[in-house]
């Protein structure tokens, strides 16, 4: 289902344009068509690129949209081992409004220093092109300056090949939603009065560092919207888990899991969109209610 219609399958026909020359001016609906993704094997080999428009679109002949690299960083404070979210802004395409992780995106064709990673890259665990992304869209995003972060700062955890539908904005035939497999990045600051934040008022309506009690509390609040990704990696791994241990994470490989992509199908509103996608992973399900038992997902996932 993750479709070949509107991609290119070679990777290497556009001139590379350096990461500083990347327009960070544009509108929305402009990134949508420049920003070139990564279009994906299931094994998470690069085949191709395609435009985030075209890559996003769930329509009766990609049901699940075409399945795309992706990122998304968690930055600590290691003072206090709060987590830094932000709140997508409410001009965003998809999932707009939502509370979620500190940054998440996609690593692009075409860049310069290259955002693409190859098998070697995750074998070793160290993804520079997901990292380099990381580091151009936290400017972006939320103006964390460049130079900020080096990417041997960032700590790469694992892979998540998971979709959803972004019903709960468009509606139960929405056309748009994601298909990713996403890399999953830890990064600490010393304290948060260290780090600058300009938040770009196109892509976050607001940010708020919190633990992981606070957390759980606005995931209790039913007038607050989180981002599907966020909520799988949260009560997958986070909770009673890597949360518990941030320096652990970053100063060791015990939490690393660089040989298994995780399956997860979405929580069951975000099922659906313009194809009618259903369950891809039937078997792989996470229960989404906070419910745990020694950190751990009940029904957990497969590999």
């Known amino acids: 289902d993750q479709g070949v219609a509107g991609f290119t399958t070679t990777c290497t026909m556009t001139t590379a344009a350096s990461s500083s020359q990347w327009d960070t001016s544009l509108s929305q609906t402009a990134y949508m068509q420049a920003d070139t993704v990564l279009v994906l094997s299931p094994t998470d080999t690069v085949i191709g690129s395609a435009s985030k428009h075209t890559s996003h679109q769930f329509t009766p002949s990609t049901p699940r949209g075409i399945l795309h690299r992706a990122f998304s960083v968690f930055l600590f404070d290691a003072s206090t ?27 692009l064709h075409g860049m310069e220093p290259s955002e693409l990673d190859g098998e070697e890259d995750v074998k070793d665990g160290s993804v520079r092109g997901v990292k380099y992304a990381a580091i151009r869209k936290l400017e972006q995003e939320l103006g964390i300056p460049v130079d900020t972060f080096t990417v041997d700062r960032f700590k790469f955890l694992t892979r998540l090949h998971y979709w959803a539908a972004d019903t709960v904005t468009h509606g139960k035939d929405s056309p748009w939603g994601e ?87 979405p929580p069951v509103e975000h099922m659906g969109g313009g194809g009618g996608a259903v369950a891809l992973f039937e078997k792989e399900k996470v229960e989404m209610n906070g419910q745990h038992k020694n950190g751990n997902i009940a029904n957990g996932d497969a590999k």
């Not at 081992?81 to 690593?107: D, G, Y």
């Not at 938040?199 to 981002?227: C, G, I, K, Y």
Request: one cysteine or more.
């Open 81 to 107: 081992n709060e987590l830094l979210l932000q709140k997508r802004a409410s001009t965003k395409i998809t999932f707009p409004n939502v509370w979620t992780n500190t940054c998440c995106s996609h690593p």
């Open 179 to 265: 298909h990713e497999i996403d890399y999953v990045l830890f990064v600490t600051v010393p304290s948060k009065s260290s780090i600058t934040l300009a938040p770009h008022p196109e892509e976050v309506d607001d940010v708020a560092w919190v633990s992981q009690s606070q957390l759980l509390s606005m995931f209790n609040d039913t007038t607050l919207l989180f981002s599907p990704w966020f909520r799988i990696i949260v009560h997958k791994w986070m909770i009673g888990g890597w949360w518990n241990d941030v320096r652990g994470v970053m100063e060791t490989n015990k939490y690393c899991d660089y040989d298994n992509i995780h399956k997860f199908d």
